[in-house]
């Protein structure tokens, strides 16, 4: 069966362009402005998109995403509301491929086969996993495939031969390929030179490579495409928008939009 991420490739494909995946945290700032969010990335453009579930101990993200945890947490944004949220979105864009970015503790709370279950059923195609090392990643990524979701892994530019092997064996979607070690955060020194990790990654025949971390503008967009990559997600950057303009959800959308539609617009 063709999934929405093989159907989002394939378009961009025969386009010519890569693709622009956008992070936001689900519940941030409050699940309704929340939500309009979500449909803000899509109207600009965004090919699919990349979303986070508030917790209290990110430790793979930045201040900017560790802040947007805790205005969600303190909204009451909980695990089965952000699902929910996805769910919404998902009625109304049946065709944008849409990920998760999760912690363990959140996997494992309601249990691997319930919580990968609950997400198919809201329309989730992807997980990535962030503090699950490859190594012991095998038993999240059965659990995911059973349950008809996509198990995103990550590559790095010091990752061994093996871990990238185990990387195009479990990992389904795209890889999530860092673009340096260390946390979130736009970057405007953001490294994309990244040739011969996304030619080693091609030739373990793993999923279509996507940058992240540090990508916050178009330049950097262009960079990560021109170096070889399928694409790049950018987090901190479109958090930092939603940062500034707290109390202000219509200035807050607007500035989403226009910068989801300028990384857009450099995938071209």
């Known amino acids: 069966m063709t999934t929405r991420y093989d159907a989002m490739f394939a378009r961009l494909a025969a386009a010519g362009e890569g693709a622009f995946v956008p992070f936001l945290v689900l519940g941030d700032p409050d699940p309704a402005t929340s939500l309009d969010l979500l449909f803000a990335l899509a109207d600009g453009g965004a090919d699919a998109l990349e979303l986070g579930i508030p917790f209290s101990d990110p430790v793979a993200d930045g201040p900017a995403i560790q802040a947007a945890d805790l205005r969600a947490l303190a909204a009451g944004a909980r695990p089965r509301d952000c699902l929910g949220l996805v769910a919404a979105f998902r009625a109304r864009r049946p065709d944008v491929p849409v990920g998760l970015l999760v912690y363990a503790n959140l996997v494992e709370a309601p249990g691997r086969e319930a919580f990968y279950a609950a997400a198919a059923v809201a329309g989730v195609d992807s997980v990535l996993v962030a ?12 659990a995911a495939r059973a349950a008809g979701v996509a198990p995103v892994l990550i590559a790095a530019p010091n990752s061994p031969d093996a871990h990238l092997a185990d990387v195009a064996r479990l990992g389904a979607a795209y890889t999530y390929v860092v673009t340096r070690t260390g946390v979130t955060g736009a970057d405007e020194r953001a490294a ?21 971390f540090g990508i916050s503008s178009p330049e950097h967009v262009r960079a990560a495409i021109a170096a070889g990559a399928a694409g790049a997600i950018s987090g901190s950057a479109v958090v930092a928008r939603v940062e500034s303009h707290l109390g202000d959800p219509a200035a807050m959308r607007a500035d989403v939009l226009t910068f989801v539609t300028e990384m857009k617009a450099a995938t071209r």
């Open 131 to 142: 503090d699950v090392p490859t190594v012991e990643a095998a038993p999240y990524a059965a």
């Open 192 to 212: 994309t030179g990244h040739r011969a990790l996304l030619d080693r990654l091609a030739g373990l025949g793993a999923p279509p490579a996507l940058l992240g």
